[in-house]
DNA sequence: AAGTGGTCTAGACCACAAA
DNA sequence: TTGTGGTCTAGACCACTTG
């Protein structure tokens, strides 16, 4: 239990109370001044529990309109995302990592549609082989904006994945979740049968409202991605 | 942008220097007390704005440690959870709904495993279909403990989805994204070829630190789950 | 031992949206 | 118009953890 008074304890209290009945869904809960006279600490705990608890879909709140326990709560899930070395390091295998083919040229029209760049000016082309243990974990397939990595910048000890979180320190973008079946490359490559369904995870990233880089990973057979709820 | 002296000027400035290579990776950035004086604010709205970034896996902050740009950041990304008809209804498509089995019986041993589930006493399991604008969406397979839902609830109408978030007001649970081949009822429920790599969210609910439902959503095929870095 | 972030307080003003 | 949450302030004490 959190001590009394701490914001914790009100989120706690709060949370106790929607499970309990007290505060049924669609209902509206009393305001941040009277729960601060009845806990007996400053309005402004009060707030940080509620605007924690807002946050995570489980209260939504309104000027003027108070604060609802909402009938169908929208919920939030967070999942981290690490480097791909520190991902497997992180199941406590050892990362391996080959570099499979570093060319220039343009993406395929629906890469070159997501990233929106004009006729794919000068973009590098990478896929590189993450392992686990010695067995294939991901394919990290990579088109990435020339003058970002230039020619120089080589691919062959450190993935992409890695170098551009080092040197590309912060960055806008878009994630997002899919089932892809294995084609001929990628079946050879993560050693499954062509046509096994495989997790992949595309991401764009956007520096100054440009993309500089598209990355879709294939993740070996069986791979889950876990999110707290 | 913000006005000068808010938390989010100070998350903007913040994030400038980050990209700027004022705060590089690796390195300390001055504590609270100094950026406060230098922002003309509160220390508390330093405290504020930096603990936004750290949440968000920007920054690392440590008591008497300072507070540091992580060399490989871990970023979280966030991802929403709705009920089905809310997802579906917010693609602009009608939702619709058909039950295809409601029985007693015990799961399969990877979902009781799962469950943790005394040789599932009481197991009701659930078969449903979702549709939008009359289109397979995603198929429901659901074990549920009957004490939760006994046989007087019916799923013919409203969805198990449905039910549980409206009547089992906030609840504890771990999520997983995974892709699978579609297997012979999936093919032919979800209007696709056995074998086709589909999309899978898992979810098991607990309540009191006991589960009380696991579900698998498997999605049509091309369906993606985007999230926000 | 001491420095830094974590949090609480009491008060104030503001922004927004509902009545 | 007015009630409610959003935020800022100045100060204080505490908790953690590093040197």
Not at 26 to 36: C, K, Q, T, V
Not at 54 to 73: F, H
Request: hydrophobic share 40%.
């Amino acid at each position: 239990m959190d001590r009394p008074g701490t914001w914790q304890a009100v989120r706690a209290e709060a949370l106790r109370r929607m499970r309990a009945g007290d505060w049924p869904p669609g209902g509206r809960i009393p305001d941040e001044a009277e729960l601060a006279a009845e806990f007996g600490c400053a309005r402004a705990t009060v707030n940080r529990a509620l605007r924690d608890l807002a946050e995570a879909g489980l209260l939504e709140r309104r000027r003027k309109g108070g604060t609802r326990v909402p009938v169908t709560p929208i919920r939030k899930a967070t999942f981290e995302i690490a480097i791909i070395r520190q991902d497997v390091e992180g199941r406590g295998q050892r990362h391996g990592y080959r570099l499979l083919e570093d060319a220039l040229g343009p993406p395929p029209p629906e890469v070159l549609a997501a990233l929106d760049w004009p006729e794919g000016a000068g973009m590098r082309h990478l896929t590189a082989l993450h392992l686990a243990d010695d067995r294939p974990f991901c394919l990290e397939h990579r088109w990435l904006d020339a003058t970002v990595a230039p020619a120089e910048v080589s691919f062959d000890t450190i993935s992409a994945n890695e170098w551009l979180v080092r040197n590309i320190p912060y960055s806008g973008g878009n994630i997002a979740f899919l089932a892809r079946p294995a084609d001929g490359p990628a079946a050879r490559a993560l050693d499954c049968a062509p046509g096994d369904a495989l997790l992949a995870v595309e991401r764009t990233t956007f520096r100054d409202g440009a993309a500089i880089t598209f990355v879709r990973l294939t993740y070996a057979p069986g791979h889950r991605v876990d999110a707290t709820l």
